[in-house]
Structure formats: C-alpha cells, structure tokens
C-alpha cells in the first residue's frame, strides 16, 4: 500500500464541503471557499527506555503494521487529556505488563508514522524508565514478544521504525552514564 501525505489525503474542505482546499506547501491547508486554514500538527507519542540488572536495554517485536515483525521500544500514542509521562506508563502496562516506579525525560525525535495508506507525524518524546520488578514481564497489546538486548548489539537494520533507529543508534555512540544521571 502507498502511504499518502495529508497534502494529498485531504480533498474537501471539512468546514464547508469545498473542493478549493489548497495546500500550502508547509503545514496547512486553506479553503478558498470559505478562508478557514486546517493545520498538520505533530502527533505526540512515548518511548520507554528500560534496562535490567545488567544494562541490556528491552526490545519489543511489533505485532502490527507499520514494521510488523521487526525491533522497537515499547511506547505508544498519548491519548487526548494524557501527560507524556502517563502515556509511557500506561503504554508499558499494555505492552509488558510492567508497572513503571517512575520515568524521566531523556530526549525527543521526529518521526513519520505510516498507517492505513497515511503518513502521520508525530514528536517521539523518550523517557528512561525505572521498573523494580520484571516478573510479570510478558509481551502484550501491540508487542507480538519482548526480550532484553545489550543495545551495542542490536543490528540497526533489524529496527523498523526511523525514530527508534536513530534513537538506537545515539545510544551505541553514547557513554552509559548519560542515561545515569536522568533517575
């Protein structure tokens, strides 16, 4: 399936029905019927970064498209009246069954997210997460399996999403210590 940009998904205006929706080129669209401006926004969503006792960071398997198959980190889309931080938590909770004790803000990356023929962008905000116990660590919502991996090890190539390879590959160049110091 070709995935479309929302400059040329969106063909009608959505506040007066006209075909005179223009794109700008940029971030919006403009009714030159009725003059009202639709903009293309960012889509927040979370990472969570989590490592065991012995600093192997825990990798999801997608189970659904986009990048079904491949490597990723667990997190998700933040929901309408959601912080940042409860989406992480929640999203763990979903996807591993883990209760994050608490997460702190580590960077964020741009991405594009191909769904359903349609390119969403979204803000990856990144969070380092602190989980005490992996017990009931199992694969779950969107995750078809998880398992920890030493991240120095992981091959980019096995990553399906851009933002998580980045994000990956920053952390095989970075020292430990900087993911230290945020909890």
Known sequence: MKSTHPSQALQFCPF????????DN???HTCLQCGNKLYVNAAGATIALIYNAEQELLFTTRKHQPAKGTLDLPGGFIDIGETAEQCVK???KEELNLEV???????SLPN???YKGLTYFTIDMVFVCKVDDFSSLKAGDDAADCRFLPVAKVPLSDLGLNSVRTLV?????SS??????KL
């Open 112 to 114: 594009t997210y191909e």
């Open 101 to 107: 004790r608490e997460c702190s803000y580590y960077t």
């Open 169 to 173: 590959h920053r952390l095989q160049i």
């Open 176 to 181: 430990p210590d900087q993911l230290d110091n």
């Open 16 to 23: 007066c029905g006209s075909k005179n929706f223009i794109w």
């Open 90 to 92: 929640r999203e763990v």
């Open 26 to 28: 940029v971030k919006s």
